[in-house]
């Protein structure tokens, strides 16, 4: 049952890197 826990951490971590990188290329191209 931990892969899961795992898997899903990676999910959020990948979701939140996407969303951090696609808000500082809007920030950036202003």
């Known amino acids: ?4 826990m795992i898997s899903g951490v990676v999910a959020l971590l990948s979701g939140g890197t ?3 990188a ?5 920030q950036t191209s202003r």
């Open 1 to 4: 049952m931990e892969l899961v």
């Open 18 to 20: 996407a969303f951090l």
């Open 22 to 26: 696609q808000k500082l290329r809007e």
